[in-house]
């Protein structure tokens, strides 16, 4: 079992940054491939970024050149670095890890993106 608590959430105005962290209970990162999602209200949960063992990267079309995913095995936390923040990214985050028989997510994080 490995539980998966992300923070870092909140309001930001238009262009902002945030920087949410996904702490995980025990170190996994070498054998899971690790990602955030979000999900805005009334529509489905999405793949925001990807980070694989071996570190290999992976981001949605929407987020690239603004989202950064990054990890410190030593903290076995997981990062995901928010700049040039849009309304449109006004969504729950959450984090997850995949193995190749079994997915755990965290609880989530709130990130509302207004002025």
């Known amino acids: 079992q490995v539980q998966l608590v992300e923070s870092g959430g909140g309001l930001v105005q238009p262009g902002g940054s945030l920087r949410l962290s996904c702490a995980a209970s025990?170190?996994?990162?070498?054998?899971?491939?690790m990602g955030w999602y979000r999900q805005a209200p009334d529509k489905q949960r999405e793949l925001v970024a990807s980070?694989?063992?071996?570190?290999?990267?992976n981001y949605a079309d929407s987020v690239k050149g603004r989202f950064t995913i990054y990890r410190d095995n030593a903290k076995n936390t997981m990062y995901l670095q928010m700049n040039s923040l849009k309304p449109e990214d006004t969504a729950v985050y959450y984090c997850n890890a995949v193995s190749t028989i079994v997915i755990f997510w965290g609880q989530g994080t709130q990130v509302t993106v207004s002025s």
């Open positions: 025990r170190n996994i990162f070498n054998s899971y491939t």
């Open positions: 980070i694989t063992g071996g570190g290999r990267l």
